[in-house]
């Protein structure tokens, strides 16, 4: 069952755009190709919907959504789901190498200039400060999407373009096997 403080914007909306749980799960679980929102950071969480009602994030849902928030409600909802507790469980099987995956967070790869996830994103995948954001227990779908929207050049809201470069030098395969990866712990 929903959070019983969880604001009215989250489970039905403010009038105009639907409430955030419709799409990303009663608890901010979310599925598939919708984030889990539970537990990211209040800032990361802020930036990112004032990077969709910007357009420096491009997402058509999304920037529907965000569009209809106010400066105000982005600090609620940000605030509400900074401090739901994340999800641990993912049974999703993209079909990817773990054990790969896990190399290539701890270690990364230097022969191909990829270096360790971890060392951004924190040593368990955790997320680490305001600007770098947990990708443990993230939906695998959502991430691999991710990766190859970096990589398209369909995402590129990342500071310093810190991740369009990560992502162009990982393979299809790196990226289902990271997305594996993180979903598993
Ligand atoms: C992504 C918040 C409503 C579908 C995101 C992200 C945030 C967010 C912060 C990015 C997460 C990340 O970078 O890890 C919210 C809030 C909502 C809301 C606060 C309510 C006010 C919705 C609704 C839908 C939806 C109603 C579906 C109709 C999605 C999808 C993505 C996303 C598909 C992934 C976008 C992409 O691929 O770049 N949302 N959301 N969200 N949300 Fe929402
Ligand atoms: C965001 C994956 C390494 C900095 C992300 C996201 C993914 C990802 C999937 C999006 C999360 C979301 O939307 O919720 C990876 C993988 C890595 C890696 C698989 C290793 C191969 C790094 C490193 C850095 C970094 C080494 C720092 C030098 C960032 C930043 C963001 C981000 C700043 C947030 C971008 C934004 O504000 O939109 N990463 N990452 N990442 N990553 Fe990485």
């Given at each position: 069952a929903p959070d019983a403080d969880a604001p009215a914007l989250v489970l039905?909306?403010?009038?105009?755009t639907w409430g955030c749980a419709s799409c990303h799960g009663a608890n901010g679980e979310g599925a598939g190709l919708t984030p889990g929102l539970a537990g990211l950071s209040e800032d990361y969480l802020a930036k990112q919907l004032r990077d969709f009602k910007s357009g420096d994030r491009t997402n058509e849902t999304m920037r529907y959504v965000a569009n209809a928030l106010n400066v105000d409600e982005i600090e609620q909802v940000a605030n509400y789901y900074a401090n739901l507790p994340q999800r641990t469980e993912i049974a999703v099987d993209l079909g990817g190498d773990q054990a790969h995956g896990e190399a290539l967070h701890l270690t990364g790869d230097w022969k191909r200039d990829i270096p360790a996830c971890?060392?951004?994103?924190?040593q368990n995948g955790e997320g680490v400060g305001s600007q770098f954001p947990r990708l443990a227990g993230q939906q695998p779908e959502y991430i691999f999407q991710q990766l190859i929207a970096w990589k398209g050049g369909y995402r590129h809201n990342s500071p310093q373009s810190l991740m369009d470069d990560i992502a162009s030098r990982l393979s299809e395969k790196d990226m289902r096997d990271v997305a594996q990866y993180f979903g598993s712990l």
């Open positions: 039905t909306g403010n009038g105009n971890s060392s951004c994103h924190g």
